[in-house]
């Protein structure tokens, strides 16, 4: 049995790695995985590729209450920090 997810810490970082999802459902997975972010709290996302039309839909979804910030960017995939406001 797991622990429970009860957000005690503001600050913590929460790794997401788009590489073990069907194509079809990373989106949707994404979305609701920064849906449940607090004010704070980072999703560090990890993919194969740099997410240009992801990056175009959360902006129109979040607006300015998702920061993206690339910590990797290069030819064997990305690393970008989604930081809730």
Same mark, same amino acid.
Request: hydrophobic share 40%; proline share 7%; aromatic share 10%.
């Given at each position: 049995?797991?622990?429970?997810?009860?957000?005690?810490?503001?600050?913590?970082?929460?790794? *997401?790695? %788009?590489? #073990?999802?069907?194509?079809? *459902? $990373?989106?949707? %997975?994404?979305?609701? @995985?920064?849906?449940?972010?607090? &004010?704070?709290?980072?999703?560090? *996302?990890?993919?194969?590729?740099? &997410?240009? &039309?992801?990056?175009?839909?959360?902006? %129109?979804?979040? #607006? +300015?209450?998702?920061? !993206?910030?690339?910590?990797?960017?290069? @030819? +064997? #995939? !990305?690393?970008?920090? *989604?930081?809730? $406001?």
């Amino acid at each position: 049995m797991s622990t429970p997810h009860l957000h005690l810490r503001p600050d913590a970082i929460y790794p *997401f790695d %788009a590489r #073990g999802i069907a194509k079809r *459902f $990373r989106h949707a %997975a994404i979305f609701g @995985a920064l849906d449940a972010l607090h &004010p704070g709290e980072t999703m560090r *996302f990890v993919n194969d590729h740099d &997410p240009l &039309p992801l990056l175009q839909q959360m902006q %129109a979804h979040f #607006g +300015e209450s998702v920061e !993206v910030a690339y910590r990797q960017r290069d @030819a +064997e #995939g !990305v690393v970008i920090d *989604f930081v809730k $406001r």
